[in-house]
Structure formats: structure tokens, C-alpha cells
């Protein structure tokens, strides 16, 4: 039941741990590090930044299994 599922935003959570490494690179090493798979464990979605018109990824990540990963990262 995915209503009950606890998420966080993958950028909120960088910025949230301080994590120096650019998000791109420091998101797809932690999923990797969990096996996470693709909208099962994790959601990615696309979005426009205002002002220059790049398009970034958001991830919605399922706490329950990215919170390993997230925790070494704090280490």
C-alpha cells in the first residue's frame, strides 16, 4: 500500500545531509549501493528550472530503503 509510504525528496535530502558531491552523481551512487529499482524503490521525474529552461531530475525515494545508503553518507 503505497499511501502508508514514508518518501523523501532526493534533493531534500542532499541538501539536508550537506553532501558535497553534485547531486547527479552522489543520487545515482547511493541507489546504486542499495539496488534500488526504478518505481519500485525510487520515482524520478522530470522538471523545467525557471529563468534558463535546463531540465533536472527529482527522485522520490522510499525511506525504508534509501535510509541505509543516506546513513554511510553522514560517516
Known amino acids: 500500500d503505497l499511501k502508508n509510504t514514508k518518501v523523501v525528496k ?16 552522489w543520487i545515482k551512487n547511493q ?9 519500485t524503490d ?6 523545467k528550472v525557471e529563468g534558463n529552461n535546463a531540465t533536472l531530475h527529482e527522485y522520490i525515494l522510499k525511506i525504508e530503503k534509501i535510509g541505509r545508503a543516506s546513513c554511510r553518507e553522514r560517516v
Open 42 to 47: 525510487f520515482f524520478r521525474f522530470a522538471f
Open 10 to 25: 532526493g534533493r531534500e535530502l542532499h541538501e539536508g545531509l550537506s553532501v558535497k558531491k553534485d547531486f547527479t552523481n
Open 31 to 39: 541507489l546504486e549501493i542499495v539496488d534500488a529499482v526504478e518505481n
